[in-house]
Structures are given as structure tokens and as C-alpha cells.
């Protein structure tokens, strides 16, 4: 369940944060991933002076963003990513639910936005026609509630797709209870430097 969305005044405006945030320890699992461990081993209530923790997981757990290397050789590390890229203008679009997501499930929807949401329940992936088309409009990042944009069987091509022209992925978030329309992003990774992805906080600012 996406944190409920909570007023944040200013002089001039009043926005709402809306948290798209996946817990990383009940986040969907990518199937070959390995179990996330989480192990409390410090307590105050034991008597230690503080409390402090141990997380056992992978860089692509829970929410995350892809580095460039990620799928291609020789492109960028996550700590050399280009920030501007995840955070901006974004258009949140529903697509078919457990489905392969078409350019026509797209046309008409996502002309003119910097950055998209793929709103399909979890389990909707691109093909490479719909990807293509993503690129070709020259999108900054694509963020989407599966924990990955492609199929299992397709995975190379659609991460190279995106990775190939300098196009930001963040995966596994949460649309739900957020509708369709224009936000602001906010999904800044975590700088693990070298590292193929790195998990982030993402969340969508709406005035």
C-alpha cells in the first residue's frame, strides 16, 4: 500500500507527496532473485545503546533504478547516472493488466511527456514495438510497477532498448491508488557507485 499522500504548504503552493515506494522487505521478488534478509541485531530494549540493523539483499530489490551497465557493456555505473533523469515532469498511464503493453496501448497517451508510469497492476510488460516507440519520442525515464519493463523471455532487448539511448528505468513502484495524469518525480538513487542499479525512494509530487 502506496504511504497516503500528505500536504506540504509554501507560500506560493500547496503539493502532495505521493509515496510510490514498495517496502523492500514484502516487495514482489524478481523470480531469480534472491530472498531479501533484514536482521535486527543490535536493541535497546536488550540493553545496547542503540538500535542497529543488517540488510542481506541484491541491487535490484525492492524499488530500484537500472544503471546503464546494468545491460550494456561499457555504459554508465549507477553512480554516474545523470540525476536530472529522475526527477521531472511524468505522465502516469493505465495500460492492460498481465499483458504484453503495444504501441497502440500507448499512441495517444504518452505524446509530449518527458518521463512515463506504467500503470499495469504489476505483471504488464513492453514489447519491443511499444519500446521502440518509447524511444523514438524521445522520453528521459521510464517507471513502471512490474519489477521489470520487459518479459522474462525478452529481457536483454528491451533493457538495451532503453539503457542503449540513455533512457532511465526505475522498477517495481507502486501506482496504486494514484490516477492517470501529469506528476513530478522524485527517484534519486541510492549512489552504490560502481554498482548495475542501486534501490531508490520514489515518489510523485502533485500540486
Same mark, same amino acid.
Given at each position: %500500500?502506496?504511504?497516503?499522500?500528505?500536504?506540504?504548504?509554501?507560500?506560493?503552493?500547496?503539493?502532495?507527496?505521493?509515496?510510490?515506494?514498495?517496502?523492500?522487505? =514484502?516487495?514482489?521478488?524478481?523470480?531469480?532473485?534472491?530472498?531479501?534478509?533484514?536482521?535486527?541485531?543490535?536493541?535497546?530494549?536488550?540493553?545496547?545503546?542503540?538500535?542497529?540493523?543488517?540488510?542481506?539483499?541484491?541491487?535490484?530489490?525492492?524499488?530500484?533504478?537500472?544503471?546503464?551497465?546494468?545491460?550494456?557493456?561499457?555504459?554508465?555505473? =549507477?553512480?554516474? %547516472?545523470?540525476?536530472?533523469?529522475?526527477?521531472?515532469?511524468?505522465?502516469?498511464?493505465?495500460?492492460?493488466?498481465?499483458?504484453?503493453?503495444?504501441?497502440?496501448?500507448?499512441?495517444?497517451?504518452?505524446?509530449?511527456?518527458?518521463?512515463?508510469?506504467?500503470? @499495469?497492476?504489476?505483471?504488464?510488460?513492453?514489447?519491443?514495438?511499444?519500446?521502440?516507440?518509447?524511444?523514438?519520442?524521445?522520453?528521459? !525515464?521510464?517507471?513502471?510497477?512490474?519489477?521489470?519493463?520487459?518479459?522474462?523471455?525478452?529481457?536483454?532487448?528491451?533493457?538495451?532498448?532503453?539503457?542503449?539511448?540513455?533512457?532511465?528505468?526505475?522498477?517495481?513502484?507502486?501506482?496504486? @491508488?494514484?490516477?492517470?495524469?501529469?506528476?513530478?518525480?522524485?527517484?534519486?538513487?541510492?549512489?552504490?557507485?560502481?554498482?548495475?542499479?542501486?534501490? !531508490?525512494?520514489?515518489?510523485?509530487?502533485?500540486?
Amino acid at each position: %500500500m502506496p504511504t497516503p499522500g500528505f500536504p506540504v504548504h509554501r507560500k506560493e503552493f500547496l503539493m502532495k507527496i505521493i509515496d510510490i515506494s514498495r517496502p523492500l522487505q =514484502i516487495a514482489p521478488k524478481y523470480p531469480t532473485a534472491p530472498d531479501t534478509v533484514f536482521a535486527q541485531v543490535d536493541h535497546i530494549e536488550h540493553g545496547k545503546d542503540s538500535n542497529f540493523s543488517l540488510l542481506f539483499t541484491n541491487t535490484h530489490a525492492g524499488t530500484h533504478v537500472d544503471a546503464g551497465k546494468h545491460f550494456v557493456h561499457g555504459e554508465l555505473p =549507477i553512480g554516474k %547516472m545523470p540525476l536530472e533523469l529522475y526527477y521531472g515532469p511524468i505522465r502516469v498511464v493505465s495500460v492492460p493488466e498481465k499483458a504484453l503493453v503495444t504501441k497502440a496501448d500507448l499512441a495517444g497517451k504518452v505524446e509530449g511527456a518527458e518521463r512515463i508510469g506504467l500503470h @499495469g497492476g504489476g505483471f504488464s510488460y513492453l514489447t519491443a514495438e511499444a519500446t521502440e516507440y518509447l524511444v523514438d519520442l524521445g522520453i528521459r !525515464c521510464l517507471v513502471t510497477d512490474g519489477w521489470s519493463p520487459a518479459p522474462l523471455d525478452n529481457e536483454k532487448q528491451i533493457h538495451q532498448l532503453l539503457l542503449r539511448n540513455h533512457v532511465g528505468v526505475v522498477e517495481n513502484v507502486t501506482f496504486e @491508488g494514484v490516477a492517470d495524469g501529469d506528476y513530478t518525480l522524485i527517484a534519486f538513487p541510492v549512489n552504490f557507485g560502481d554498482s548495475d542499479g542501486a534501490p !531508490c525512494r520514489a515518489v510523485l509530487l502533485a500540486e
